[in-house]
């Protein structure tokens, strides 16, 4: 079947059965791959990108559910919060192997976009799911505090 959605900006045609989750077009069809496969069960969060702004698990949002709503993966992440999120990761150096870095990144974009000055509860509640066996969440919650602080100087 052929589908058109709205990712990163662009109306784009996939053929591809309603059932399908958006994590195998964005990664297999569309070569989107800083979108990262973990768990396949929305446990992880590796696989995170934003629907209207909010964060999802794509391995489990089937291609029938995204509708009008715009996907934002991370190679179309743009706007103030993930420009503050972009440099306090690289301020910080939170990332370790990298591997959940994608979905940690935009769960944090979308955390800041719509709280822009976090408490350690509310990141620890947003943040929740995304999951790092590297232990970098002492750094990304760091990381977040010092984004706000961007977002409040900008
Ligand atoms: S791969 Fe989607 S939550 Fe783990
Ligand atoms: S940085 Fe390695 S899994 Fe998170």
Known sequence: MT?????????????ADPDTPILWLLRGELGLTGTKFGCGMALCGACTVHLDGEPVRSCVTPLAAVGARAVTTIEGLEGRAARAVHDAWLTLDVVQCGYCQSGQVMAAAALLARNPKPTDADI??????????????????????EAAELLART
Request: proline share 6%; glycine share 8%.
């Open 3 to 15: 589908t058109t959605i709205q990712i990163n900006g662009k109306p784009t045609t996939v053929q």
């Open 124 to 145: 620890d509640s947003a943040m929740a799911g995304n999951l790092c066996r590297c232990g970098t969440y002492p750094r990304i919650r760091a990381a977040i505090h």
